[in-house]
């Protein structure tokens, strides 16, 4: 994160301004604005609430690199005009936050749109100029379109226009879905900061308010999935490809935030290192993989699950997969053994859309049933390879969508519910097996070849032994065994013996 030290944060006396600040009002929970400028009022809503509720705070700047401590400052104001201009052109973003964390200032334009409005490559490219030239550190921008991380961004920004500048973006669904996570967490350091976020969320949830969830498809998808299906070359670099994988890369993080709403949890996207710091990289590989394999592919992370979940959408077949792997336990010498246990976790209902794949050693080749064919006879998974011990499953839901593919509104409604129904009917249910603890084995027993425990042989006590046994008992004992005298016992009880006074003559032997 870059952090310019030749900007001066030193405040105006009169009006409380940032020096690089011609013109601006403190972000207010109920802001006094004009209807017209409905970006500035949900904008102010939402960077007073972030000055209030440290809760809050902590996440949103925390998902940009910045630790929101005991001692940080947040200032956020609305209605701002820099002091530095670009020419003649007057902008007017629609926020600025200062952040003081105790060391290194950070400050940030704010750029807003809502409902169906969309960002421009052309405005926010000139917002990084306006924060050049003022000495502000980054560029945020918000909007109802998703981004895969907040360090990411849904415009193809060029590197000479952010150059010295950094550019976040969070989707106002991101923003309202950690503010309920924070509230289900009730964890706040005052019930007053609690309060001020459930009316902001309150009100940030109203369907007035223009905040929405990604639910259609871009306009080039339909000729996309027409083209595959009759064969035709794609091209990775042409528009509607770039256009169709964006658009999918916007589905994928909006259904991390409503299943993150949903269970109650943080729900993420699993990138590898190369595409979390390049979006770029992630957007050209995932082209590759459309235009090769007529496939998109995704893979979430669930906390607590057996394993993140796959999702293979197949345009070609029109079809979207879901699954999840366990390896299969190792306390279990026979594969139909191993086969009920993965059996038992899985459902009776609807299990024609199920399937469960079996993983072999080596190079032996991976077999596959039907859930409701391994539910009559669990041998059909392992017949083929009766010699070999299975390693693990994949349990995979797989829904053809016919002629809802195409569509760019039911492709969403129909992949989030399959995702959703296998999450019901699967992901929650799975488990990993785990080893059981060690048992402690008592010295008494034995145990058999039947696993049965044998106890030790009792040893009969007799009241007489032979001279011989008297005999072999005197040489191996250590020590000589003195008689009992007739004076240390009398009629079979114990005599007291008199030990010497210390200074007695006994004692002292004379």
């Known amino acids: 994160m870059g952090t310019k030290s030749n900007l001066k944060q030193s405040a105006n006396v009169e009006n409380n301004l940032p020096e690089c600040l011609e013109r601006g009002t403190k972000a207010r929970l109920i802001p ?51 002091k530095k201009k670009i020419g003649t052109e007057n ?5 600025f936050l200062i952040f003081n964390p105790g060391k290194k200032v950070w400050s940030a334009l704010i750029e807003a749109k809502i409902g169906n409005n969309e960002l421009n490559e052309d405005q926010i490219s000139k917002y990084c100029q306006l924060a050049k030239l003022n000495g502000i550190d980054a560029v945020i921008t918000i909007s109802n379109q998703f981004a895969a991380l907040p360090t990411h961004h849904p415009l193809k920004m060029s590197k000479k226009a952010t150059s010295g500048i950094d550019v976040y973006h969070w989707s106002w669904m991101y923003a309202l879905t950690q503010a309920k996570l924070l509230l289900g967490d009730d964890n706040f350091k ?54 169709s994988v964006a658009a999918w890369h916007q589905e994928q993080r909006d259904l991390c935030l409503k299943l993150s709403e949903d269970l109650k949890c943080y729900v993420a996207i699993k990138l590898s290192r190369s595409h979390k710091s390049d979006p770029g990289q992630r957007l050209a590989d995932d082209c590759q993989e459309l235009v090769k394999n007529h496939r998109l592919l995704s893979e979430l992370e669930i906390p607590d699950t057996a394993s993140p979940m796959q999702v293979v959408v ?12 366990v390896d299969a336990p190792k306390d279990k010498k026979q594969n ?103 048992k402690m084995e008592k010295e008494s027993e034995q145990p058999t070849e039947q696993g049965k425990v044998q106890e ?20 191996v004992w250590p020590f000589p ?24 003559p006994k004692a002292t032997g004379e």
């Not at 191993?338 to 009776?348: F, G, R, S, Y």
């Open 336 to 438: 139909r053994s191993k086969v009920n246990w993965i059996l038992k976790q899985l459902p009776d209902e609807n299990s024609n859309e199920i399937f469960v794949k079996a993983s072999w050693p080596g190079r032996v080749s991976n077999t596959q049933e039907e859930l409701s064919k391994l539910k009559n006879d669990p041998d059909l998974l392992a017949k083929d390879h009766p010699s070999h011990i299975l390693q693990g499953f994949e349990v995979i839901l797989v829904r053809d969508l016919v002629g809802k593919f195409a569509g760019q509104k039911t492709f969403i409604e129909e992949f989030e519910k399959t995702v959703e129904d296998f999450y019901d009917q699967v992901g929650q249910r799975l488990q990993n097996w785990i080893a059981p603890p060690p």
């Open 190 to 243: 005052s019930e007053e900061q609690k309060y001020i976020l459930q009316e902001a969320v309150r009100y940030l949830d109203h369907p007035s308010i223009g905040i929405s969830s990604f639910d259609r498809m871009n306009s080039e998808w339909k000729d996309i999935v027409s083209k595959i299906k009759s064969g035709a070359q794609l091209n990775k670099n042409s528009e509607d490809v770039e256009k």
């Open 314 to 325: 197949d345009v070609g077949k029109r079809t979207v997969a879901c699954s999840m792997k």
């Open 456 to 475: 030790q042989p009792k040893i009969e006590e007799t009241q007489d032994s032979s001279p011989e046994e008297e005999r072999r008992t005197e040489e």
């Open 91 to 95: 902008l007017r973003p629609d926020g």
């Open 32 to 82: 006094v604005i004009k209807d017209l400028r409905k970006e500035e009022q949900v904008v102010s809503v939402l960077l007073s609430t972030l000055m209030t509720v440290d809760e809050l705070a902590m996440v949103l700047l925390g998902s940009l690199g910045h630790r929101y401590g005991t001692r940080a400052k947040l200032d956020c104001f609305t209605e701002v005009v820099c």
């Open 481 to 504: 065994i003195k008689e009992e005298s007739a004076l240390d016992t009398i009629q079979g009880e114990e005599m007291p013996v008199e030990l010497p006074m210390e200074g007695s």
